[in-house]
């Protein structure tokens, strides 16, 4: 049951004339009023042909009279309208059930609180078998406004209940990180314009398109007006960015103006706080040492961030600090989503549009996000939007299929943390995110089975697989992608790697268990790992001892006191060894 409280309005008897007529989109059925405020003593328009809407209208807002003749300012904003509708499948709801939920609703609203003799006036219109209007003056019998901040939150929560107590379709309980739904007014001028979307479903998109190609609120701004999206921007003396708003081309209002949108009216996380707290975080140092064993790619690079979310939304151990970086690390999966699906070919950017779009409200949660932790993810994201060249067909499905674990691994971190919306968004974009892996894993495999290594050494890489991963070897070695996995080894360990040990690291950083085939998931993660040249463990252990010194020796300067020396004294010269 959805209860969808309106903005308010002046016009009472205007409202009434809708509800009681024939309406323009939906046949109104024999309207008459199944609930009101203990008061009620006007006959129904519906059910009394001597009763007329202007009467009705006039007996609703005499409250609002008598506080605007005693008053100075009068008040305008004075109705409070709800739709209150049943899901499609929901039973049939008689008009004394509709009476006891409006009475419900305008409770939890505080509109009419139980056993307030002096609450506002109220009544509910059915018109339909599914839905009912409710309609009331926000002036209470003593001349007081009610104390409506928070209202949807209550409606919300009495909806759920009513939900259980009538044996109705149980919606999620809302946590206050959704998008606004669009009113009928936006949808019947959506379908007038043409539009398929309407202008504040079109503008998140443009906005959440445009977030991995920015590096400030600044550059944001500056990327949306260079596109279709007309901005109006608002500006302190100084210049600086203080707000925005955002408006669709031919979205006029009626008098031919512009109609434009603050951000974090088309969506929690796009008010400007909020896009300046994800795009303009402080650069973490890096140590000289990781740069030089950074991927080439952008594609690649993005792979080797995803293989740190692993860490970061499994670790729990950390708490309040652990959830925010896991919540920044899901946040800017998200946008690497969207900058992959916008450079991602043709036959693969449907699906990992519509994964990108689905996982929107898993981006956002309750818990505020850390979001200088997912640097590394952001910045690969941003390298893929603003890369001029694609990735070959191997370096794609890599990205996607580790896109698939991540995303499943954020769905099973918001569902530990009861966020059930968050959940569902993670588990539709899963879906799609599947449908693309399959589909750009399709070509490589092809490639690889027709060069499938000789039986002899199958034999010997399915020994490394039953020693490697021994719980998992049955399916991996009976999965329809064997061939090419033993393909992708014998090249792997030609290359000078050993085929055991790809095949642990690979199954420590993606378990299998959930995996709907083993085999493609290993040959995606192998296939990444050995594009690196074999470890020379050597100069590995070299390197950690470089870096470790390298570290001991910043704490130590860190932690020493500074030393000024005075001027004009020669310090003594070092003697050459």
């Not at 039973?91 to 139980?114: F, H, M, T």
């Not at 896991?326 to 946040?331: D, S």
């Not at 495999?445 to 070897?473: I, K």
């Not at 995606?524 to 570290?551: D, G, L, V």
């Amino acid at each position: 049951m959805i209860a969808a409280i309106k903005p308010s309005g002046s016009n009472t008897r205007g409202l009434l004339a809708y509800l009681y007529g024939r309406g323009t989109h939906d046949e109104h059925l024999d309207p008459h009023i199944v609930a009101g405020f203990a008061m009620l003593g006007m006959p129904d328009p519906g059910r009394n042909e001597n009763a007329t809407l202007t009467e009705l209208g006039r007996y609703l807002d005499e409250p609002v009279g008598l506080r605007n003749g005693e008053f100075g300012k009068p008040v305008t904003d004075h109705v409070w309208h709800c739709p209150v509708r049943a899901a499609p499948e929901d039973r049939y709801l008689s008009d004394a059930e509709w009476d006891e939920i409006a009475q419900r609703i305008v409770a939890a609203a505080g509109i009419a609180p139980a056993g307030d003799d002096l609450a506002c006036r109220w009544i509910a219109v059915r018109h339909a078998e599914d839905h009912i209007h409710i309609i009331a003056t926000t002036v209470r019998e003593d001349g007081r406004r009610p104390k409506l901040h928070d209202s949807g939150i209550r409606v919300g929560d009495a909806c759920r209940q009513i939900e259980k107590d009538y044996g109705l379709r149980q919606l999620r309980k809302g946590d206050r990180t959704g998008t606004r739904r669009p009113t009928q007014s936006e949808m019947h001028k959506a379908e007038r314009l043409g539009w398929e979307q309407t202008s504040r479903e079109w503008l998140q998109d443009r906005i959440r398109a445009a977030i991995p190609h920015a590096t400030s609120a600044e550059e944001l701004v500056a990327y949306l007006e260079a596109g279709d999206v007309q901005v109006k921007a608002r500006r302190g003396p100084s210049g600086d960015l203080l707000g925005y708003a955002v408006g669709r081309p031919g979205d006029l209002n009626k008098d031919g103006e512009q109609i434009f949108h603050p951000g974090g009216k088309i969506a929690p996380d796009l008010s400007l706080p909020k896009l300046k707290a994800r795009l303009e975080t402080t650069v973490p140092e890096e140590h000289p040492t990781a740069r030089r064993n950074r991927p080439t790619t952008p594609w690649q690079r993005a792979t080797e961030a995803l293989d740190t979310l692993h860490t970061e939304i499994t670790d729990t151990s950390t708490g309040d600090s652990g959830d925010a970086r896991a919540q920044a690390h899901i946040t800017a999966l998200g946008e690497l989503m969207e900058a992959t699906a916008q450079k991602a070919p043709a036959d693969l950017r449907g699906q990992l549009q519509a994964a990108s779009k689905a996982f929107g409200r898993a981006q956002r949660s309750q818990i505020r996000a850390e979001d200088r932790a997912a640097h590394a993810l952001r910045t690969a994201a941003r390298d893929i939007a603003n890369t001029a060249t694609g990735p070959d067909g191997s370096t794609l499905a890599a990205l996607v299929a580790a896109m698939v674990w991540a995303a499943l691994l954020a769905g099973r971190w918001h569902e530990a943390k009861g966020h059930a919306h968050q959940t569902d968004a993670a588990r539709q974009a899963l879906q799609h995110l599947q449908t693309a892996a399959d589909n750009a894993l399709t070509p490589t495999l092809t490639g690889l089975e027709a060069r499938r290594p000789n039986e002899e050494t199958r034999r010997t890489l399915a020994s490394d697989v039953r020693a490697a991963v021994p719980e998992h070897a049955d399916r991996i070695l009976a999965d329809p992608g064997w061939p090419a996995l033993a393909t992708v080894l014998a090249d792997a360990e030609a290359g000078g790697h050993k085929p055991h040990q790809l095949l642990k690291e690979a199954a420590a950083r993606r378990e299998l268990t959930t995996a709907r085939q083993p085999a493609r998931v290993l040959i995606t993660r192998i296939q990444h790992t050995s594009r690196n040249p074999a470890p020379n463990r050597r100069a590995e252990a070299a390197r950690q001892r470089t870096t470790m010194t390298y570290n001991a020796t910043q704490q130590a300067r860190s932690s020493q006191p500074a030393v000024i020396r005075p001027v004009g004294i020669d310090q003594p010269h070092r003697h050459r060894q």
